[in-house]
């Protein structure tokens, strides 16, 4: 089973990749240098977090901004059937002693499945904050000297300096200074 198609996925379809949601133009040609300015503004854009899940697949690490994007997610679950489902999840997925892709938090051998009965949309914080710092101070850094982050920033300016969008910059420019 490919694992992007783990049983995971149907509680947060919002992780999967994003093929089917072309990135406007703007976002793109912004992308590579607002990713290089911070771990936040590379998971707030859609495009680099598929990309950031790329080079982490390589890593074999992935695991760990899944993590992350199911507890962002979960944070906005309302109900509390919907939120014990999908903590249940988050705790059979990330954080079990089987977990199919565990990560590797602090005190985890002291989570048991009592956590599960009385969710609450912060439970995860202080595991999803330590994935966080591990990301930040390890795999972010090696992502922006990665060969996945190179070609992408290198495609961007290829294309920013294409005549078509040096004609495109200069309707534009016409448009506006009339």
């Known amino acids: 089973v490919p694992y992007k198609d783990l049983f995971f996925f149907p509680f947060f379809p919002e992780i999967n990749d994003s093929e089917s949601h072309p990135s406007s133009s703007h976002q793109t040609l912004k992308g590579t240098s ?25 890593e074999f690490s992935e695991e760990n901004v899944l993590f992350w994007l199911a507890c962002e997610e979960f944070k906005k679950t309302q109900g509390k059937k919907q939120m014990q489902e999908k903590a249940k999840e988050i705790y ?10 565990q990560v590797n938090v602090e005190g985890q051998s002291r989570l048991n499945e009592t956590i599960l009965e009385t969710p609450h949309p912060l439970m995860f914080q202080k ?22 982050f190179l070609n992408h920033k290198k495609s961007e300016e290829q294309e920013e300096n294409s005549p078509e969008a040096q004609t495109a910059a200069k309707r ?7």
């Open 127 to 148: 595991l999803q904050d330590q994935i966080f710092s591990l990301m930040k101070y390890d795999s972010y850094s090696r992502f922006l000297k990665s060969d996945i």
């Open 172 to 178: 534009a420019s016409r448009i506006y200074n009339t």
């Open 34 to 58: 607002k990713w290089a300015t911070s771990l936040e503004n590379l998971l707030e854009d859609p495009e680099g977090v598929k990309r950031f899940r790329e080079f982490l697949k390589k």
């Open 92 to 101: 059979t997925t990330f954080l079990s002693s089987k977990a199919s892709s």
